[in-house]
């Protein structure tokens, strides 16, 4: 079965700093991946996601991710945070069929001043 | 655009006690489901109907059951509420998208703002 780990639980980082948030996941095959963010009091929204092809996707917001089939990593980077930016961030991995999409344990971004 | 909707939005429930969250959407998705999040857990998948009329079990099914009333709408219930229930619930619908020739993902979940259910 897949899994997700990011092991980072909350982050700070200066507004105007880059940020990376880490991702790892654990599959077999190629995976589908995906990064969700959470503002407090929503649900989840699509930053982005990789399926195939060029391992360096662009997301909304500003947000990059690159994959790395032999780190199994799927980390998230943005080169200068906004303080709107501070929410949790979540990884997730698809696999065996589309319904079967897992996440991570989240990261929360805090943004200082 | 509602999107997806998802009531109520708070809930407190004496454990023992039964309801029935409600979800409908309205981008005319053909899968629906629920999650529910729990701090430092995630989201870990309740239930889900991959489309109208079948319903399977996710990571977490116990205690709970649900029906996919009609394209629209997707509901979740507990029978008997515990304490464990206690969690923020989340339901999602998504589109479907053909990758690597016939191999059928997710493109995008799409998830209503949650249900904060607390079980006494």
């Known amino acids: 079965a897949q899994s997700v780990t990011q092991p980072d639980i909350h982050i700070t980082v200066s507004e105007g700093a880059s940020l990376e948030l880490r991702c790892n996941y654990s599959y077999g095959a190629t995976p589908y991946l995906f990064w969700y963010v959470q503002s407090p009091g929503q649900g989840l929204q699509l930053l982005l996601k990789?399926?195939?092809?060029?391992?360096l996707v662009q997301g909304i917001k500003g947000f990059e991710a690159e994959f790395k089939r032999s780190q199994s990593s799927f980390n998230l980077r943005k080169p200068s945070v906004h303080w709107s930016d501070a929410a949790e961030y979540f990884c997730a991995v698809g696999a065996g069929g589309f319904q079967k999409l897992v996440f991570g344990t989240g990261t929360r971004l805090l943004v200082s001043p | 655009n509602a999107g997806v909707t998802q009531t109520p939005k708070f809930q407190v429930l004496k454990t023992g006690q039964s309801m029935t969250l409600q979800c409908a959407q309205d981008?005319?998705?053909?899968?629906m489901y629920w999650y529910r999040q729990d701090p430092g857990m995630g989201l870990r998948l309740i239930y889900y109907s991959a489309s109208e009329g079948t319903t399977d079990k996710g990571e977490v099914p116990n205690g709970y059951n649900v029906s996919r009333l009609n394209k629209r709408e997707f509901s979740l219930r507990l029978e008997s509420a515990a304490p464990s229930q206690t969690s923020v619930y989340f339901c999602a619908s998504s589109v479907k998208k053909v990758v690597r020739g016939s191999r059928v993902t997710n493109e995008k979940l799409f998830f209503g703002s949650g249900t904060q259910l607390s079980v006494l």
């Open positions: 990789y399926f195939s092809g060029d391992t």
């Open positions: 981008m005319n998705h053909n899968s």
